[in-house]
């Protein structure tokens, strides 16, 4: 099965300026994450998906971040303004039921953000 | 709120020395998972360890769930430049006694392997 997908791979932009990252899970897969990954640590979830419904955004910077899963697939993430600190991999993973962490996630390639 | 935490955070060996790293969650897990993240690449799910004491192989890899499910470690033996990249492990996050929906990932082990 094809894997999950994400755009652009790459993306550099000035601050103050607006981005949005595209993602699309693996299909039938239900729940979708999208992560923030700073250089040397470990993913940090933003916000979670099952379905069509956001059931977890706690970690979200709601000021300037959004999100949405439009027919519960395809997802797009977006920061506006960006700043500086905004530079990281945003990672789009997905698995398959609504169980969360009990759950295999697959990762796709990330988008490499840096703001300058 | 609950942590995970790994060390050592860098590890380096010479091709055929084994490595080991070790997870240490603040509070009792479910499960834990192990991921691969391989240089400018994304983590990969390796295993899902479940029960208490559980030990699992996977080639050259050795996986291990304490008995109290707080703690993991990931042994490799005899290290290849393949089995280069930063491992994670990962569990679901709690609050109050309660599973959430969520992975907490530790800060991860990258290793080098010198041939």
């Known amino acids: 099965e094809a894997g999950v997908v994400q755009s652009p791979r790459y993306k550099i932009i000035e601050k103050k300026q607006p981005v949005a990252f595209w993602c699309n899970p693996i299909s039938g897969h239900n729940t979708l994450y999208w992560y923030l990954q700073n250089l040397g640590q470990g993913p940090e979830l933003l916000i979670r998906y099952e379905n069509e419904e956001a059931v977890d955004d706690s970690q979200l910077p709601k000021d300037r971040f959004s999100a949405e899963r439009l027919k519960g697939v395809d997802s797009t993430l977006k920061i506006q303004p960006a700043e500086l600190g905004d530079s990281a991999v945003y990672l789009c993973?997905?698995?398959?039921?609504?169980?969360?962490?009990?759950?295999?996630?697959?990762f796709g390639p990330g988008t490499r953000l840096l703001v300058l | 709120g609950q942590q995970v935490m790994q060390i050592p955070q860098y590890q380096h060996v010479q091709e055929g020395e084994d490595f080991t790293t070790y997870c240490n969650s603040s509070t009792t897990l479910s499960n834990i998972q192990w991921y691969k993240q391989r240089p400018g690449g994304h983590p990969v799910f390796l295993i899902q360890?479940?029960?208490?004491?559980e030990v699992k192989k996977q080639k050259r890899l050795t996986f291990q769930f304490g008995e109290a499910k707080k703690n993991s470690s990931l042994h490799i033996t005899a290290t290849q430049t393949t089995d280069v990249g930063t491992y994670f492990c990962a569990g679901p996050s709690t609050a109050g006694g309660t599973s959430y929906g969520k992975l907490t990932f530790g800060q991860g082990t990258i290793l080098t392997v010198h041939p």
């Open positions: 360890l479940v029960k208490s004491g």
């Open positions: 993973a997905s698995s398959r039921g609504t169980s969360g962490g009990q759950e295999t996630q697959y």
